[in-house]
């Protein structure tokens, strides 16, 4: 199993364009989630989706949209892009929610300059 | 909102000595904690969880923590430090009064020089 993957590992973008960040699990969960983490704040919540067809707001929710078309897939984008979204984002998944273990992937390294 | 606090920025152990890394809790009614661990340009990995029962919760790579309620912490230990054990530590609590939100800590970076 390759668990959780994350594409792209990086990317460079200018202020105002979009992208899209591509969130992969083979394990089978049904909870998915995006993080962003920046220097000396741990990780923060942006959104989660509890199953195929569903997502919910996270703690940092702003400028940022999901889907969850697929069981399998979350995708996080951002429609115009803020040099306040340089960080890292990191995509994790669990079976549920409550008191399970998330699995997380490498992370994608994003710049907007 | 619940969350978690990890008082120390840096922790710097010599190898073969024991290592503690804190986290103290602030949560209304009982709480479910975890630590994770974070490998340079890699994604966190879990280490172990109280939900319930002992005290004295036993993880991965020989860690375990300590819940202690009265003091509201949850403090990650290990009887003989690595240097292989070097990483970010994150403790992390679940907020059960926001759609059980995982809160993470800021991190604490162990060092372990040999």
């Known amino acids: 199993n390759a668990g959780v993957t994350q594409t792209p590992k990086f990317r460079v973008l200018k202020t105002g364009q979009s992208m899209t960040l591509l969130c992969a699990q083979d394990m089978n969960h049904e909870y998915m989630y995006w993080y962003r983490q920046d220097p000396g704040m741990g990780l923060r919540l942006i959104h989660y989706s509890v199953g195929e067809g569903t997502t919910a707001k996270g703690e940092v929710p702003d400028g940022y949209n999901v889907s969850r078309l697929k069981k399998q897939n979350f995708l996080l984008g951002l429609e115009s892009a803020a040099p306040s979204q340089t960080s890292v984002y990191f995509c994790a998944s669990s079976v549920r929610q409550r008191t399970d273990t998330q699995y997380f992937g490498p992370g994608t390294r994003l710049t907007v300059l | 909102a619940q969350s978690v606090a990890q008082p120390e920025d840096q922790v710097n152990v010599a190898e073969g000595n024991p290592l503690t890394v804190k986290c103290t809790y602030s949560v209304s009614g009982n709480p479910y904690l975890f630590w994770y661990v974070q490998y340079p340009n890699r994604g966190l990995q879990f280490l172990l969880k109280y939900i319930t029962g002992d005290n004295l919760v036993k993880g991965s790579y020989g860690f375990e923590a300590e819940f202690n309620k009265s003091q509201t912490s949850f403090h990650l230990k290990k009887p003989s430090a690595l240097v292989s054990d070097s990483a970010l530590y994150f403790c992390?609590?679940?907020?059960?009064?926001?759609?059980?939100?995982?809160?993470f800590g800021a991190g604490t970076r162990l060092t372990v020089k040999p």
């Open positions: 992390a609590v679940r907020d059960l009064y926001n759609n059980n939100d995982m809160r």
